[in-house]
């Protein structure tokens, strides 16, 4: 199986800042990787799929890059919505695992 | 518009089994395959596997062999997630996702608003 690594696990910004969230795979895993946004109490929702496109209707502030096997999400000035846990999920190959989630705190 | 929208929260005893239920709409059911993903309490994401909505193939994530089954009704364009022998460990969100996929990639949207299941004496 394919082990996915974000770093950090947690983070304190505050708003306006900008943020990134860094995601490792245990091999090459191309661009098959995707960004996810979970608030709590909610559904996760899909920011960026493939590793760099933007997922209709979410602000440009989001954005991914990254290919092989390291990969970053930035949020370029934060907002108060943007507090929540964010995943990264590989779709390379079977099982489609995930980063153990990196929780974004209010400074 | 898209969406998913699961049955209630449950809960159940230790060795009793539960069924999980997805409903899609918006969009033709059998033309996207179905997820599902288990998160339990302040835990992260697990892939459980996935469910072929045209020919009802289900592909199962080590882990959750032999208890888990998902299966569909197409008529009502439904996804369900069954689980039998229920242990405290199975205490869980359980998540639906619709499967979308372009020829060389695929992510998961929307979701389903997660359905609680309760494992407890």
């Known amino acids: 199986d394919i082990q996915m690594t974000q770093s950090p696990s947690s983070l304190s910004a505050s708003v306006g800042d900008r943020v990134t969230i860094t995601c490792r795979a245990s091999?090459?895993?191309?661009?098959?990787l995707n960004w996810y946004q979970q608030k709590p109490g909610r559904a996760p929702q899909v920011l960026i799929y493939?590793?760099?496109s933007l997922q209709s209707g979410v602000p440009s502030r989001f954005s991914g890059s990254g290919s092989g096997t390291d990969f970053i999400l930035t949020i370029s000035s934060l907002q108060p919505e943007d507090f929540a846990t964010y995943y990264c999920q590989q779709s390379y190959s079977i099982p489609y695992t995930f980063g153990q989630g990196t929780n974004l705190e209010i400074k | 518009q898209v969406q998913l929208v699961q049955s209630g929260s449950e809960l159940k005893k230790p060795g009793a089994s539960v069924r999980v239920s997805c409903k899609a709409s918006?969009?033709?059911?059998?033309?996207?395959?179905m997820t599902w993903v288990r998160q339990a309490p302040g835990q992260g994401l697990e892939w459980m596997g996935w469910?072929?909505?045209?020919?009802?193939?289900?592909t199962y994530a080590q882990g959750f062999t032999g208890r888990f089954v998902f299966s569909l009704d197409t008529s009502v364009s439904t996804a369900h997630l069954q689980i039998s022998s229920l242990k405290a460990e199975d205490t869980a969100v359980y998540y639906c996702?619709?499967?979308?996929?372009?020829?060389?990639?695929?992510?998961?949207?929307?979701w389903g608003q997660g359905t609680l299941v309760t494992v407890s004496s």
């Open positions: 469910i072929n909505t045209n020919t009802g193939n289900p």
């Open positions: 996702a619709r499967v979308v996929a372009t020829t060389l990639f695929h992510w998961f949207d929307p």
């Open positions: 918006g969009y033709t059911f059998t033309n996207y395959a």
């Open positions: 493939s590793a760099s």
């Open positions: 091999q090459s895993i191309s661009s098959h």
